[in-house]
């Protein structure tokens, strides 16, 4: 267990102690310059419905970066109002991992509160979660194992397995481990490295074209969501490993996506994993969500290699957010459940209650073909990546 002075030594750094192995490229990282858009993504979130810690329009990212977000803003001195989320959020990751079911449960969001709630104790000094993560991450080992250390065939029907496919998730759970090893610690931390060693090493047997890593066993199309997915898991592996093999794939990995980039400047890339079902008729798509991962994959290259060119680019794919994707969103237009009975004194059945119309700004869901996204989208607003951009934002203003 980390004492008292390594705690507070992670607090002080903001993202938690690295191993000695890495680099520390903070010196070097050019001023912050997105603090507008980081209060305006701050303060739109004012407007998303939280129902006992439970982000409601987040699509499953919230329980991790809504606990993250709000546990770190209120560590840098935002009590109100995201003291109160935090500690509702806290309490339901808390529960969902202590009754976490693989089978019937969500993998995807058991994963995700885990995460929230490492980012907790790492923003808060408060260790009280810890064995209730331990014995999660132990669940998780044993499920893993049981299917080879590679997730293809989880015994649970899941969107997030459908939609991001075998290699994303199994990077992700990776992330679980290393994100406890690395900002947490503990007896069991070697345990956690090994474990997600033991994941890389059977996602490259499975997964590995020898050029990228393939949306799953079969699928060996270049996809950004795996390939930035394991960059995350390559780069945290090195920083706690020291191998530069790690560091090497993972800066091989940003290579290997460059067939999918749309621009130089701003930087964006197109995403496939939902461009049919978003009916994009052109290679003109690209998400919020994947660009998140993509800017937090970048973060952590900038941290293991000292390079610049990757905090540039991220940056660059910032000023894209900024540009291309803010808009408009109503609670009308990503809630459309009746509440019965139907709603006659105000216009929105919001969790099974009428509530007034509410608009404000936002950052939206996509860009297809030319344009932002709109209401009659299959998808057009989400809380969750939202939260998540405020994290990547917050993460980059550390550095």
Known sequence: MRSPLQVALALALGVGCSSEAAPTPAERAPAFR????????ASSADGFTVVEGDWLE???????YGLAASSRLVAGGRAEPWGGRAAAARARARTLIDSADFVNGDVNELAMSALGLIEHAAATGDLGDVEALEVFLKKLQTLAAALGHYLASVPVESWAFRTYGPTSITALVGLVALQHAHLVGGEHREEHVE????LEAATVREAWTGAHFAFAPGEPRLDLYPNVAMTLLESRLYQLTGDPAYRDRASQLHAAIQPLRLAESPAHYYTEYSAVEMGAKTRDYSTLSAHNYLMFSLLLLFESTGEPRFLEEADSVLDWVDRD?????????????????????????????????RCGPGVLHHRIDGRVALP???????????LQLLYVLWYRQQL
């Open 325 to 357: 994707l803010s808009g408009e969103w109503c609670l009308s237009h990503v809630h459309d459940e009746p509440c019965a009975p139907a709603c006659t004194s105000a216009p929105v059945c919001v969790a099974g209650a009428c509530a007034e119309e």
């Open 34 to 41: 997105h603090q507008a858009l980081f209060d305006r993504v």
């Open 195 to 198: 474990f997600a060693k033991a």
């Open 376 to 386: 009659s989208d299959p998808e057009f607003f989400c809380s969750g990546c939202n």
């Open 58 to 64: 987040d699509y499953g990212d919230a329980p991790f």
